[in-house]
């Protein structure tokens, strides 16, 4: 998913008028323009106009061309195009595929779905609560899917490059880039885990539940009610983050964007020369217009919460995306913001939607909606069966119980 190039890079370059018998007449707020007109102001604001005009014309446009999804036989056929894309490197898919995948990928699960059982290879798994997230849902599809067999990543990162793999191996993972052929899952914080932090140290949690309480908080705080200021929280896993932090420190009434400690932490050089601030519950990111969105070490799990508040979501970064990132759109969804996103830019970006509310709100609602509608717990279970079923054809070989696998039941997971 590829955002749209909206601006140029932001450089206002101003100086101080010299006020003496062979200097050019000041402007009224005591800055030139570079030329040394004296008319610095005017020329700073035809720019941020131009800038803003681009803006407008990439929400414009976008709107214009976006198709919503609608009227589909069941709750998760929008997504059947990334599934079909996912699976279109194989013409089938052999047992000695799976073989290697095992010995290629450390400590990946193997999955077995047969007569409705769900069965797991038999070393522990080494993050318990990711195992147990994906295994709700494989038990809740297991009587709709054929037998089957895949073998499932939990890592944040996926491994099958699509440079440097010349055999196309079906590995699950649940967060991608274009340069990887991963197959898409719906990750395992739908249901349990995700990052431990000091206010969630078992992650999240439940996404349907945490979905009704940010619903909850964004009716306390309607849109009008938000405080007018971009909000950020989070620690320093990419410099990335850089930009809008140190904006935050020169513009605090712009921006509240502060890093939190993580477990790497050792001293204020790594919350870029500040003490760590404490953690925020996304329920109060709900107080704010305007939200910020970094990716991780892969998708961020945030993400979709930050929807949830009925905020404008500034999303920092295409690469790294989700199964259900291709029906958010740029500009119809949420504002797009360049992972190389100097402070400047940023700036720019947010003096335009506090002068812009009613189209930040637009964007705002839709994206909210849009999450409300398409990112129900159903549709992630529909999503899961669709994908199993699909995956399920290309096999060429019947899966058959490995008797030393472990029989996944509720409550032993």
Request: hydrophobic letters at 35%; glycine letters at 6%.
């Amino acid at each position: 998913m590829k955002t749209h190039r909206y601006f140029v890079p932001f450089y206002i370059i101003v100086a101080q008028c010299a006020l003496s018998s062979q200097s050019k007449t000041s402007s009224d707020d005591g800055f030139c323009a570079a030329d040394g007109d004296c008319d610095g102001l005017g020329a700073k604001e035809k720019h941020v106009e131009k800038e803003w005009a681009a803006i407008r014309d990439n929400i414009e446009e976008s709107i214009r061309l976006y198709q919503p999804c609608e009227n589909t036989t069941t709750s998760c056929a929008c997504y059947e195009p990334i599934v079909d894309q996912d699976l279109s490197r194989f013409e089938n898919i052999t047992a000695a595929s799976l073989s290697s995948l095992r010995n290629k990928v450390p400590r990946a699960v193997t999955y077995q779905i047969v007569g409705g059982r769900v069965y797991r290879s038999p070393e522990p798994c080494l993050f318990p609560l990711r195992c147990k997230g994906a295994e709700h849902f494989l038990l809740e599809v297991a009587p709709k899917v054929p037998d089957v067999e895949l073998v499932v990543n939990f890592h944040d990162w996926p491994h099958i490059s699509m440079r440097f793999e010349k055999e196309a191996l079906p590995l699950f993972s649940f967060s991608k880039t274009d340069e990887y052929a991963d197959i898409f899952y719906p990750a395992w914080t739908f249901w349990a885990g995700g990052p431990a932090t000091k206010l969630y140290p078992k992650g999240l949690g439940r996404w349907d539940l945490f979905q009704m309480s940010l619903h909850k908080a964004s009716q306390r705080i309607p849109w009008a009610d938000k405080e007018d200021r971009g909000f950020f929280r989070g620690s320093r896993t990419s410099a990335e983050r850089d930009p809008l932090i140190l904006l935050s420190r020169r513009r605090p009434e712009l921006v509240d964007a502060q890093y939190t400690k993580n477990q790497a932490w050792k001293s204020p050089k790594d919350t870029l020369g500040a003490d760590p601030a404490s953690e925020v519950a996304l329920e109060d990111h709900c107080k704010y217009k305007f939200l910020f969105n970094y990716r991780g070490v892969a998708a961020s799990f945030r993400f979709k919460h930050l929807f949830m508040c009925g905020s404008l979501v500034f999303h920092v970064g295409d690469e790294w995306r989700e199964f259900f990132y291709p029906l958010l759109k740029p500009w119809v969804h949420y504002v797009p913001v360049s992972s190389s996103a100097t402070e400047g830019e940023i700036e720019l970006l947010l003096e335009f939607f506090m002068k812009s509310a009613d189209v930040g709100r637009g964007i705002a609602t839709r994206g909210q909606k849009l999450v409300q509608k398409k990112l129900r717990m159903e549709d992630v279970s529909c999503y899961w069966t669709m994908l199993l079923q699909k995956y399920a054809s290309l096999l060429d070989f019947k899966p058959k119980r490995n008797n030393n696998y472990v029989e996944i039941q509720r409550g032993n997971q």
